[in-house]
């Protein structure tokens, strides 16, 4: 029986960072689904049930945080794992988004793609198969 393909939610506003994201996670063999504002993040984090979600904090509508702080009321949002990547990378910023029940907190300034993706393989229990 083939493995069934991991779905990954990028929720991110800045749509060129959100076509490098997408492009990079899929040719790692994941499917992707995006999300420019932090109410279709919430949304499709509930319909499409996605096995990961990469959650930017600054974005329209609703922030990062609360969505985090939805998801975690929500019998489907409260089991998917979460990481944020933001530019926000205060101490402050950092202790409440893993409060609020992120996994990884990875600062977009400080991270290379191909760190996104061991980070994506670290909290997924099975990588898709190259």
């Known amino acids: 029986m083939a493995e069934t393909i991991k779905k990954i939610l990028i929720a991110e506003d800045e749509p060129d960072m959100r076509g490098i994201l997408a492009s990079m996670i899929e040719s790692a063999g994941y499917n992707v689904v995006q999300a420019e504002d932090g109410e279709r993040a919430l949304n499709l984090s509930i319909k499409e049930k996605p096995d990961l979600i990469l959650l930017d904090l600054s974005m329209p509508k609703l922030n990062g945080f609360e969505v985090l702080e939805k998801l975690r009321y929500d019998p ?36 290379h793609l191909t760190d996104i993706l061991d980070k994506i393989g670290k909290y997924i229990i099975t990588k898709p198969e190259m």
């Open 76 to 111: 489907v949002g409260s089991t998917i794992p979460v990481v944020i990547l933001s530019n926000l990378g205060q101490d402050k910023e950092v202790a409440k988004g893993k409060a609020l029940g992120a996994v990884d907190y990875l600062i977009k300034s400080n991270v």
